[in-house]
């Protein structure tokens, strides 16, 4: 299966932009559903965005919608999550993860492979 390496991740301030990576190792890529996820100390897993294996169809949380765009690069297995307009709130640990066998979107549980995780800090 994929091994996942995010970077991009750092210090903004609000109204600021980033751009995220995540790189896959492994030539089945394009196999596999992906999605990013964010945690802040104490709180579960919030899923953010998601895109389908040719990146076809995409799907965001109501409180990135219009802000942040996913997108994939299938010849250079990567993902990306380009995210404008940043507010402190979104200031999380951002996680990649991919489902093999596509099962929800939504839910963390359903990915099998996750990354190590970056860190956005958006400062006011």
């Known amino acids: 299966q994929v091994q996942l390496v995010e970077s991009g991740g750092g210090l903004v301030q609000a109204g600021g932009s980033l751009r995220l990576s995540c790189a896959a190792s492994g030539r089945t890529f394009s196999n596999y559903y992906m999605g990013w996820f964010r945690q802040t100390p104490g709180k579960e897993r919030e899923f953010v965005s998601a895109?389908?294996?040719?990146?076809?169809?995409?799907y965001y949380a109501d409180s990135v919608k219009g802000r942040f765009t996913i997108s994939r690069d299938n010849a250079k297995n990567t993902m990306y999550l380009q995210m404008n307009s940043l507010k402190p709130e979104d200031t999380a640990v951002y996680y990649c993860?991919?489902?093999?066998?596509?099962?929800?979107?939504?839910?963390?549980?359903?990915?099998?492979?996750w990354g190590q995780g970056t860190q956005v800090t958006v400062s006011s």
């Open positions: 993860a991919a489902q093999k066998n596509y099962r929800t979107t939504y839910r963390a549980t359903a990915y099998d492979v």
């Open positions: 895109i389908t294996w040719s990146g076809a169809n995409t």
